[in-house]
């Protein structure tokens, strides 16, 4: 079992960054590759980005065009999620994942474990 609980999350003006850290307890989570999705009100569970287990690759969707970018410190079981130059249509709710695969990191059912997630506020 692998415990996940989001923080950094807030209400930040439209140009601004967020750094959200996601703290994972439980077995060695250097055996786990971890995601970032994001979901808004009434819209669909959507891929921010990822990293495999050593940290040594990251996936991110086509449309994010070098906004965001993901990383993690093993020694301190947490991932992190930099988010710069946000826009009013980042705001949702943001959760990390963990998954023990090493492929299909774009899809929520890749993953084992999620967090409840941290609400994340753009203003225009």
């Known amino acids: 079992q692998v415990q996940l609980v989001e923080s950094g999350g807030g209400l930040v003006q439209a140009g601004g960054s967020l750094r959200l850290s996601c703290a994972a307890s439980g077995r060695t989570f250097s055996n786990y590759a971890m995601g970032w999705f994001r979901q808004a009100p009434g819209k669909e569970r959507e891929f921010v980005a990822a990293?495999?287990?050593?940290?040594?690759?990251?996936y991110y969707p086509d449309s994010e065009k070098g906004r965001f970018a993901i990383s993690r410190d093993n020694a301190k079981n947490t991932v992190y999620l930099q988010m710069n130059n946000l826009k009013p249509e980042d705001t949702a709710v943001y959760s990390c994942?963990?998954?023990?695969?090493?492929?299909?990191?774009?899809?929520?059912?890749?993953?084992?474990?999620w967090g409840q997630g941290t609400q994340v506020t753009v203003s225009s």
């Open positions: 990293i495999t287990g050593s940290g040594g690759t990251t």
């Open positions: 994942a963990a998954s023990r695969l090493n492929y299909a990191f774009q899809y929520s059912p890749s993953y084992d474990y």
